[in-house]
């Protein structure tokens, strides 16, 4: 691709694919009552990966209309592909994105002749119903472009929206997801401090690890047989930053005892 930054091409796809779902759920013009916000959390979570609290938002905020609740939708989406973008590169995320961009393109482009080609073949076959085979042929070759299209950037976004950072050696997969969120919330959080810091974590955790191993089994006796490690168990399960906080506030647990 001729192009070097693909951005304003992906946003664009974005916010067209997401706006196309979207009004699947919740059609112009219909009752908040017909809305089918369970559909559309589904949806959103199953085809892109994208977890929202539709029902929520709606609760919570009564100004909100379909218009409005779609643009958030779209801007929080980008917000988390951005988050991503933060931690893996510009210049990486680019790359993968014209890769993703030609992959795509090829695949699609492929059965679009294919399909062509069958059309093609079997035109004729109109003419038994009075209908003039060119023009048939003109109006389905058009409509069958259209729909490659759309295919082409729903598998776009949805190949990119469900993206997946590998956690680097020496860090945790939970660890970088918690980075993410922590982007998501604060964009202007430096990715490189959020990655420092938890790398520090990391190393001072897997130091207390094996400190024990090292230290003598008593003072003043090196040559002494060294007492057997017990590994470190958890005793109550882990607090997920997006989990309830346990002190009982109702609010997440990143925006109360474990906001930083």
Same mark, same amino acid.
């Given at each position: 691709?001729?192009?070097?930054?693909?951005?304003?091409?992906?946003?664009?796809?974005?916010?067209?694919?997401?706006?196309? *779902?979207?009004?699947?759920?919740? %059609?112009?013009?219909?009752?908040?009552?017909?809305?089918?916000?369970?559909?559309?959390?589904?949806?959103?979570?199953?085809?892109?990966?994208?977890?929202? %609290? #539709?029902? =929520?938002?709606?609760?919570?905020?009564?100004?909100? +209309?379909?218009?409005? #609740?779609?643009?958030?939708?779209?801007?929080?989406?980008?917000?988390?592909?951005?988050?991503?973008?933060?931690?893996?590169?510009?210049? !990486?995320? $680019?790359?993968?994105?014209?890769?993703?961009?030609?992959?795509?393109?090829?695949? =699609?482009?492929?059965?679009? #002749?294919?399909?062509?080609?069958?059309? *093609?073949?079997?035109?004729?076959? $109109?003419?038994?119903?009075?209908?003039?085979?060119? =023009?048939?042929?003109?109006?389905?070759?058009?409509?069958?472009?259209?729909?490659?299209?759309?295919?082409?950037?729903?598998?776009?976004?949805?190949?990119?929206? *469900? #993206?997946?950072?590998?956690?680097?050696?020496?860090?945790? =997969?939970?660890?970088? !997801?918690?980075?993410?969120?922590?982007?998501?919330? !604060?964009?202007?959080?430096?990715?490189?401090?959020?990655?420092?810091?938890?790398?520090?974590?990391? +190393?001072?955790?897997?130091?207390?690890?094996?400190?024990?191993?090292?230290? /003598?089994?008593? %003072?003043?006796?090196?040559?002494?047989?060294?007492? /057997?490690?017990? %590994?470190?168990?958890?005793?109550?399960?882990?607090?997920?930053?997006?989990?309830?906080?346990?002190?009982?506030?109702?609010?997440?647990?990143?925006?109360?005892?474990?906001?930083?």
């Amino acid at each position: 691709m001729a192009t070097t930054d693909t951005r304003p091409i992906i946003e664009s796809m974005r916010r067209e694919v997401l706006a196309d *779902r979207f009004r699947r759920f919740v %059609p112009h013009g219909a009752l908040e009552e017909m809305w089918d916000i369970d559909g559309l959390t589904a949806h959103l979570k199953e085809d892109f990966g994208l977890d929202f %609290p #539709l029902q =929520q938002w709606l609760d919570e905020d009564d100004e909100l +209309t379909d218009e409005t #609740l779609i643009d958030k939708i779209i801007d929080t989406a980008q917000r988390h592909y951005e988050a991503k973008e933060k931690l893996v590169g510009e210049d !990486n995320l $680019r790359q993968f994105e014209k890769g993703v961009l030609l992959q795509v393109l090829d695949a =699609q482009w492929k059965e679009h #002749l294919a399909a062509m080609d069958y059309l *093609r073949q079997s035109i004729g076959l $109109r003419g038994y119903a009075q209908k003039n085979p060119t =023009q048939e042929y003109k109006r389905e070759a058009f409509e069958m472009f259209g729909k490659m299209i759309d295919d082409m950037n729903y598998e776009i976004i949805r190949t990119l929206t *469900r #993206l997946q950072i590998a956690a680097p050696e020496g860090m945790e =997969q939970d660890q970088i !997801n918690e980075m993410l969120d922590e982007l998501v919330d !604060n964009p202007r959080v430096d990715p490189s401090q959020l990655r420092t810091r938890h790398e520090s974590v990391s +190393t001072f955790a897997d130091a207390e690890e094996e400190a024990p191993a090292d230290r /003598p089994s008593g %003072p003043g006796s090196p040559g002494d047989e060294e007492a /057997p490690t017990r %590994p470190v168990r958890r005793e109550t399960p882990k607090i997920g930053r997006n989990d309830p906080c346990h002190c009982g506030s109702g609010k997440k647990f990143k925006h109360c005892c474990g906001k930083l």
